[in-house]
C-alpha cells in the first residue's frame, strides 16, 4: 500500500499544500491503492517538503517525481491524448503555475497578516504556548525568505497581484470552452494548475488574490470540473 505524507485537510481542501493535493489527484488518476497519512514531519522527508510517497521502504519526494514514478509504476501516461506541442505547453503551464503563481500564493498567505492568523493557528495551534510562537515566528520567516530568494515576495502586494493576473489570463486562454486544459480529459497539468487555483479560492482571508480567482467564472467552472474529475473520494 502506498502511504501519502501530508499536511492535513485545511480551508476545505484535501490538504493545506496545493503540491499535496495534486499528487493526491495524481495516485486517484492512476487508479493507485494508497493512504493518507495527515500530519506528518516533513523533516523527516528526503527535501524536507511534503508531500512525500512511502513505498515500502523507499520514499518518494516531491510531487513531480511522485508523478514520474506513478507513470513508470503503472505504466500509464498522464499526458496520453496530447501530441508534442501539446505537451509542450503542459510543461509550460506547469511550471507557469508551480514556479510563479504558487509564490504568488505563497505570499498571499504568508506575508498577509490576515491569512497568517489562520496559518498560525492550523499549523502551530496545537504546540506548547511557551515555544509555539516562537516556531510559529521563525518558520514564517523562514517561508517569507524563501519566497524573497525566489523573487515574488518582493514585490509590493498590488505588483504581485499584478503579475498572477496575467498567469490566470494564460490558463483561461488556454481552456478557451474546454472543460480541462486540453481537452474533455484531465491531463498532468489539471492536476497541477487546478489545484493551485482551488488553494487559492479557498484561502481564509478575503484578499485580492483570492476575489482575482473567485471573479472568473471560467476559472471557477475549472476548479469544479477538476474537484468533481479527480480529487481524492473521502
Not at 487508479?31 to 495527515?38: C, G, Q, S, T, Y
Not at 513531480?64 to 501539446?86: M, S
Not at 520567516?141 to 524563501?146: D, L, Q, R, Y
Not at 481537452?183 to 488574490?209: E, N, Q, R
Amino acid at each position: 500500500m502506498l502511504k501519502l505524507k501530508s499536511f492535513g485537510p485545511a480551508f476545505g481542501q484535501p490538504d493545506a499544500s496545493p503540491f499535496v493535493v495534486k499528487a493526491m489527484c495524481l495516485l486517484t488518476m492512476a487508479n493507485a491503492e494508497w493512504e493518507n497519512n495527515p500530519g506528518s514531519d516533513s523533516r523527516k522527508t528526503p527535501y524536507k517538503k511534503l508531500p512525500a510517497l512511502q513505498v515500502d521502504e523507499a520514499m518518494i519526494a516531491d510531487s513531480e517525481t511522485i508523478r514520474y514514478f506513478l507513470e513508470d509504476k503503472y505504466a500509464i501516461d498522464f499526458d496520453e491524448p496530447l501530441d508534442v506541442q501539446q505537451r509542450a505547453q503542459s510543461r509550460a503551464l506547469i511550471r507557469m503555475v508551480e514556479e510563479h503563481f504558487y509564490f504568488c500564493g505563497l505570499c498571499d498567505r504568508w506575508m498577509n497578516d490576515s491569512n497568517w492568523v489562520h496559518l498560525k493557528s492550523l499549523f502551530f495551534g496545537d504546540l506548547p504556548p511557551v515555544i509555539g510562537p516562537f516556531i510559529a515566528k521563525h518558520v514564517r520567516k523562514s517561508v517569507i525568505n524563501s519566497a524573497k530568494g525566489q523573487g515574488i515576495g518582493r514585490f509590493e502586494y498590488d505588483k504581485m497581484v499584478e503579475r498572477a493576473t496575467h498567469d490566470l489570463v494564460a490558463i483561461e486562454n488556454t481552456l478557451g470552452q474546454q472543460t480541462f486544459l486540453f481537452g474533455d480529459k484531465p491531463t498532468a497539468a489539471d492536476a497541477s494548475v487546478g489545484t493551485a487555483l482551488a488553494a487559492y479560492a479557498a484561502s481564509p482571508a478575503d484578499t485580492a488574490l483570492k476575489q482575482l480567482v473567485l471573479s472568473r467564472p471560467v476559472l471557477m467552472a475549472y476548479i469544479k470540473s477538476v474537484e468533481a474529475a479527480i480529487y481524492p473520494k473521502s
